[in-house]
């Protein structure tokens, strides 16, 4: 059973940086995702990656300034966030999932429970 618990978020300053993890137990044959949702808004694709890690893709918001990898060996997922802009501030979720586009949330059948990332002016 594939269970998916993301950490690191926390409140920044502008500019700053961020590293979240999420441990992808069950996972390392899945692509992954991460997706953020800010209140009174939808859920967006912010980034993801194949299964090997040799493929990523990113929203043009973040992209140059967030980089997704994997660890397979540790069973985990990172996003890395750097020069963090307030209009970051989200909760970011990791998911998981097997074909689809990789922008749509419907296309991950797994889900974390989300990590609060604040960025404060």
């Known amino acids: 059973q594939v269970q998916l618990v993301e950490s690191g978020g926390g409140l920044v300053q502008a500019g700053g940086s961020l590293r979240l993890s999420c441990a992808a137990s069950g996972a390392s044959s899945y692509a992954m995702g991460w997706f953020r949702q800010a209140p009174g808004k939808e859920r967006e694709f912010v980034a993801a990656?194949?299964?090997?890690?040799?493929?990523?893709n990113y929203a043009d918001s973040v992209k140059g300034r967030f980089t997704i990898s994997r660890d397979n060996a540790k069973n985990t997922v990172y996003l890395q966030m750097n020069s963090l802009k307030p209009e970051d501030t989200a909760v970011y979720y990791c998911?998981?999932?097997?074909?689809?586009?990789?922008?749509?949330?419907?296309?991950?059948?797994?889900w974390g429970q989300g990590t609060q990332v604040t960025v404060s002016s």
């Open positions: 990656i194949n299964w090997s890690g040799g493929s990523t």
């Open positions: 998911a998981a999932g097997t074909g689809g586009l990789y922008y749509l949330p419907v296309n991950f059948h797994y």
